[in-house]
């Protein structure tokens, strides 16, 4: 009897499993298999290289041209700034009016007299110009300067023996001179009164 069971049973197993092979595919295999649905990542898109506009290509080297111009403008501008300074140093120095040694007078009191006549007008300018001139006759008389007409007050302060007792105010004379002549600075009554009175002072020999 079991036996005929055990039979029986194989013999249902065998045909349901010859049913199982011929069941349809399932409606989950359909929708794999069907193109409607994407199963797989897409491929990354091919772009075609694009040349840059014509324009744009013409720009570069007309760029580089433009910068190399700029930096040769700038340097010749450069150039010329410093040609024009030096130029027009040297034309300042030629210029300068060389402060001659002055010829005989007719002394000493008749020079002071000239310096406090242009004084008393307020000419405080030409004043001192007059002292540095007597200044330097006096120079030339007690230190045996050169007599060269083509010497500047600069050349004569330069001769003067460093321990001369009027250096120092020598050349605060020679500068007020050059400041009021080519510098425009007005020499004051103060000013003219204190190189009045180192003048006269013979301790200070101006």
């Given at each position: 009897?079991?036996?005929?069971?055990?039979i029986?049973?194989?013999?249902?197993?065998a045909?349901?499993?010859?049913?199982?092979?011929?069941?349809?595919?399932?409606d989950?295999?359909?929708?794999?298999?069907?193109?409607?649905?994407?199963?797989?990542?897409?491929?990354?898109?091919?772009?075609?290289?694009?040349?840059?506009?014509?324009?744009?290509?013409?720009?570069?080297?007309?760029?580089?041209?433009?910068?190399?111009?700029?930096?040769?403008?700038?340097?010749?501008?450069?150039?010329?700034?410093?040609?024009?300074?030096?130029?027009?140093?040297?034309?300042?120095?030629?210029?300068?009016?060389?402060?001659?040694?002055p010829?005989?007078?007719?002394?000493?009191?008749?020079?002071?007299?000239?310096?406090?006549?242009?004084?008393?007008?307020?000419?405080?300018?030409?004043?001192?110009?007059?002292?540095?001139?007597?200044?330097?006759?006096?120079?030339?008389?007690?230190?045996?300067?050169?007599?060269?007409?083509?010497?500047?007050?600069?050349?004569?302060?330069?001769?003067?023996?460093?321990?001369?007792?009027?250096?120092?105010?020598?050349?605060?004379?020679?500068?007020?001179?050059?400041?009021?002549?080519?510098?425009?600075?007005?020499?004051?009554?103060?000013?003219?009164?204190?190189?009045?009175?180192?003048?006269?002072?013979?301790?200070?020999?101006?």
């Open positions: 009897m079991s036996r005929s069971l055990l029986a049973g194989l013999a249902s197993l045909i349901f499993s010859g049913a199982l092979a011929e069941t349809p595919r399932s989950l295999d359909a929708v794999f298999e069907s193109e409607t649905y994407q199963t797989d990542l897409p491929d990354k898109p091919v772009l075609d290289d694009v040349d840059p506009p014509t324009f744009l290509s013409a720009l570069g080297p007309v760029m580089r041209l433009a910068i190399w111009i700029g930096i040769a403008l700038i340097a010749i501008l450069l150039i010329a700034a410093i040609v024009r300074h030096v130029q027009s140093r040297a034309l300042e120095r030629s210029n300068i009016e060389p402060l001659e040694l010829d005989e007078t007719g002394g000493p009191g008749t020079d002071l007299a000239t310096v406090e006549r242009l004084a008393a007008e307020e000419r405080y300018d030409e004043a001192i110009h007059q002292l540095l001139l007597l200044a330097i006759e006096r120079l030339r008389t007690e230190l045996s300067l050169s007599r060269d007409r083509s010497a500047t007050s600069r050349e004569l302060r330069a001769r003067l023996p460093h321990s001369f007792a009027g250096r120092r105010s020598f050349s605060d004379l020679v500068l007020a001179v050059e400041r009021s002549y080519f510098g425009g600075i007005a020499v004051s009554r103060e000013d003219y009164r204190t190189h009045l009175s180192a003048f006269r002072n013979g301790a200070e020999t101006v």
